[in-house]
């Protein structure tokens, strides 16, 4: 009988050790009580509480978690309706002011982040709304984490998943947006053909320059080729003086190498006299000299006789 109740007593030993004895693993950490109020809070490891006396309060996790509500319905600025919904990154940093801070930790930062978001969608307008959500996002992360400060949560990140306008604003917008890519392409096929007729224009008028450069060119080309045949008429005929002067001057030279008589250089000086007098002239002066070898000649023909 008594063998019999040891092992009772054994078993029932074991079992509340086996029960009291607890791993906390990581990233987690528990609250524990004590006869109702706060003992301490058990890290990662092997711990062990008083049976009867002590509990575990709350099991807490301390990586970051993530928290999609659902979408909210908002008023912009200039009284559109439409609906937003968020997601929300935060962390517990300290595990006894999130199980006494407040009731319903997830709850409260629910119902934060709809007043929150209302508050800063009705300064915006619909425009701004849609193109700032990076101003929202950082709004929103900034008062969430300041207000979730004394319930041991620290809000990381906050995102604007979906904005979702009223319907009769979004076929509005679908219009816009048609309408803008209308306005592009006309924009872009306008710039095109001002392109092609800029193209157009400057390969006109670098034809033109090309063709005035070639009649320039051609020009030059035959003001020098004229000049050289003048050059070369005036060379010819400057060659064709000197030879006739040269040839004069050979005869002169003949001439007087043969000394000749003064009745010849009377009869040549009558033949040049006959030339000159089948001009046009009307009337002839006749110098002293000739007339005296006029009649020198007449002289010498009489006596030839």
């Not at 906390?24 to 301490?40: I, K």
């Not at 490891?45 to 509990?55: D, N, Q, T, V």
């Not at 935060?90 to 199980?99: F, M, N, R, V």
Request: proline residues 4%; charged residues 25%; without cysteine.
């Amino acid at each position: 009988m008594g063998l019999t109740v040891g092992i009772i007593i054994g078993i029932i030993l074991i079992i509340l050790i086996a029960a009291n004895v607890k791993v906390v693993p990581q990233a987690n950490a528990y609250v524990v009580e004590r006869l109702g109020a706060f003992q301490s809070t058990w890290s990662v490891g092997l711990h062990f509480k008083l049976p009867l006396l002590e509990k575990i309060a709350k099991k807490v996790i301390l990586k970051e978690l993530v928290i999609d509500f659902a979408p909210q319905p908002v008023i912009t600025k200039d009284n559109v309706t439409m609906r937003i919904d968020t997601v929300v990154f935060y962390q517990i940093t300290d595990p006894k002011l999130y199980a006494y801070g407040v009731v319903n930790p997830l709850l409260a930062i629910e119902n934060l982040t709809a007043t929150t978001l209302r508050n800063i969608i009705g300064d915006l307008e619909l425009d701004q709304t849609l193109t700032s959500r990076e101003i929202i996002n950082t709004k929103m992360r900034v008062i969430l984490d300041e207000a979730t400060d004394p319930w041991g949560i620290k809000v990381n990140r906050v995102e604007v998943k979906n904005i979702i306008p009223p319907v009769e604003i979004q076929d509005a917008m679908e219009k816009q947006m048609k309408a803008e890519r209308l306005r592009r392409e006309v924009m872009i096929r306008a710039e095109g053909e001002k392109r092609s007729a800029i193209l157009v224009a400057e390969g006109q008028k670098e034809s033109q320059i090309l063709a005035a450069e070639g009649e320039k060119q051609s020009a030059i080309l035959r003001a020098e080729a004229k000049k050289e045949a003048t050059i070369r008429v005036a060379e010819g005929e400057s060659e064709a003086i000197v030879k006739i002067q040269t040839a004069k001057a050979a005869g002169i030279e003949k001439i007087n190498e043969a000394n000749p008589s003064n009745g010849f250089i009377a009869l040549e000086s009558l033949e040049a006299f006959k030339k000159a007098a089948d001009g046009q002239a009307t009337k002839i002066i006749i110098p002293s000299e000739i007339q005296g070898m006029a009649g020198l000649a007449k002289s010498l023909i009489e006596i030839a006789k």
